[in-house]
């Protein structure tokens, strides 16, 4: 609804711009010549893709995307400017070099575009960073929640140390990224407190379990690592 209400304020904004423009070139009081036309026709046809830059980006907005947002609205007003002022100095001082204009509008607004399809990627990548992390955070928050109530279950020493370690591991392990491995280890320690719930507990196999475990969050942060290491 917030997106909608945006989208319509904007294509109205829009609209009467170009009503505006419209208005202004037919009330100028000097014969509207060749070149006229066509800087007033430049003129709209730059608000008309400025409208639909910023409805695009009005649709792609949204929380981390302040990196894509704010630069697609700022390219698109900086194209838009561009324009106005190129169409004006065309209109007054070189009104017989309309091939001219042709070229730089058409330069202008291609440059325009490559700029906000990088800007667009450029934006979703930080973006889709930051989601991940978000992501990787709210995982391992409720990984050491388990982790943590390993702890306050009435065991053997010798259990409870083990405990400790997976504990004291999984709250030292880099939290900004998840792979594959880390769902392995969620499966073992609820496994692990399956088994430490029941009411005959088989020590030997939850020592099993804690040593997969371990080796599980070893191997995650080998992959973590390589991760890191092929992202640079």
Sequence with gaps: MRKLKKNLISTFGFLLLIALTVAIYYLLPYEKLLMDKTTLFGVVVSEVITLLGTLFYNAV?????????????????????LVIVLSMLFAFYYRNAIATYKIIFVCLTGVFLISSVLVYFFGKKVSDKANAVDNACRFFKALEYKTESLNSIDCEKTIHGELKKIDDAVRSCDQ??????????????????EQLNLKERNNDRILEICEKTMCLIKQRNAEVSRLKIGGI
């Design 61 to 81: 907005s949204g929380k981390k995307k302040l990196t894509m947002t704010a630069g697609g609205y700022t390219i698109l007003f900086g194209y838009q400017v």
């Design 176 to 193: 900004s990224v998840c792979v594959d491995t880390d769902n392995l280890i969620d499966e073992s320690v609820n496994t692990l407190l």
